[in-house]
């Protein structure tokens, strides 16, 4: 079945760069039917997507974080990746990888399948 | 574009049903039959309970059920149970400059 798995670096300094990669397995990440997508929770807080891209290229961003985020995939490794720049200590968070399933116009549906998530803590 | 808005908390007795709000604009909830609702136990993954407004995935409990009235979404849980005491979030499409947009959270607290 569908199986997501996030891996990175666990500890980013100030002003560096966040990498994560998001492992898709089970199904194409060329799929007509998804997004795949980031989404993060800082300690005790809620849920904030940060972004999703579609096989082809296609991307969407948070508004709010859309100047420091890049979302690429590579469909020869099935897999898709996160950068963020320029952190700070409020990046802090587990960030997690989901599909998101999309309508025939495609829009965001729903997220269904999500990968265990993995933390990141920004600091010197 | 501001997080839909939705109660800190909530609480109910096991066996009782409860009811979370979610409300939105009608530039998201409001517009388009997409909102969905996802339940999270400390330490794990969301999981998705309710999609499009107020249908349920397999393997979900049919105590779970969704509704929407204008720009207000709502998830209802009735006969209560201990393992139903978890964080809830609501998320809708937001067009096509936003795409999607969650909600703040809701902790249901089982008395």
């Known amino acids: 079945q569908l199986q997501l798995q996030e891996s990175g670096p666990g500890l980013v300094k100030p002003s560096e760069t966040l990498s994560l990669t998001c492992a898709v397995s089970?199904?194409?990440?060329?799929?007509?039917?998804?997004?795949w997508g980031w989404i993060r929770q800082p300690p005790g807080k809620g849920l904030e997507w940060i972004g999703s891209?579609?096989?082809?290229?296609?991307?969407y961003y948070n508004p709010s974080l859309q100047s420091r985020v890049t979302i690429s995939v590579d469909t020869s490794k099935n897999q898709f990746s996160l950068k963020l720049r320029s952190v700070t200590a409020a990046d802090t968070a587990m960030y997690y990888c989901?599909?998101?399933?999309?309508?025939?116009?495609?829009?965001?549906?729903?997220?269904?399948?999500w990968g265990k998530g993995t933390t990141v803590t920004v600091s010197s | 574009q501001s997080a839909l808005t939705q109660p800190a908390s909530v609480s109910g007795s096991p066996g009782q049903s409860i009811t979370i709000s979610c409300t939105g604009t009608?530039?998201?909830?409001?517009?388009?039959?997409?909102v969905s609702w996802y339940q999270q136990h400390p330490g794990k993954a969301p999981k998705l309970m309710i999609y499009?407004?107020?249908k349920r995935p397999s393997g979900v409990s049919n105590r779970f059920s969704g509704s929407k009235s204008g720009n207000t979404a709502s998830l209802t849980i009735s006969g209560l149970q201990a393992e139903d005491e978890s964080d809830y979030y609501c998320?809708?499409?937001?067009?096509?400059?936003?795409?999607?947009?969650f909600g703040g959270g809701t902790k249901l607290t089982v008395l």
């Open positions: 989901a599909t998101l399933r999309v309508t025939t116009n495609y829009y965001y549906n729903y997220m269904d399948v």
């Open positions: 089970g199904v194409s990440i060329r799929s007509s039917i998804y997004y």
């Open positions: 891209i579609y096989y082809s290229g296609n991307t």
């Open positions: 009608s530039s998201d909830v409001g517009s388009y039959n997409l």
């Open positions: 499009e407004d107020s």
């Open positions: 998320s809708s499409y937001a067009g096509s400059s936003t795409f999607v947009i």
